[in-house]
Nanobody
Framework: VQLQASGGGLVQAGDSLRLSCAAS????????MGWFRQAPGKERQFVAV????????FYGDSAKGRFTISRDNAKNTVYLQMNSLKPEDTAVYYC?????????????????WGKGTLVTVSS
């Protein structure tokens, strides 16, 4: 199984960025997909999760109102649209896959993790 995140980069505060995570080696539509992030010196933080068909989404407090998670099962890809970025959004963003949607925001282990993509927001 591979989860390949991309789309990170250096942006200014207030800008937007869209992250993508392409999955392979798993039955994509059988998994909830989500995003976490980890800033330097901080613990990993839940960002957002979407269920298998896109019908349910949940967001961490830092993402509510600014970030939108979506998925395209035909492309085996999950997205994270990030708007109104702030310097405190600076982190490595990781995508993950798990059978159970609740596991994402309950801090439980994920079935699969991808390598991260770095987002840096300058003030």
């Amino acid at each position: 199984v591979q989860l390949q995140a991309s789309g990170g980069g250096l942006v200014q505060a207030g800008d937007s960025l869209r992250l993508s995570c392409a999955a392979s080696g798993l039955t994509f539509s059988s998994y909830s997909m989500g995003w976490f992030r980890q800033a330097p010196g901080k613990e990993r933080q839940f960002v957002a999760v979407i269920n298998w068909n896109g019908g349910s989404t949940f967001y961490g407090d830092s993402a509510k109102g600014r970030f939108t998670i979506s998925r395209d099962n035909a492309k085996n890809t999950v997205y994270l649209q990030m708007n109104s970025l702030k310097p405190e959004d600076t982190a490595v963003y990781y995508c993950a896959a798990d059978t159970y949607l609740n596991n994402f925001y309950l801090g439980r282990g994920m079935d699969y993790w991808g390598k991260g993509t770095l987002v840096t927001v300058s003030s």
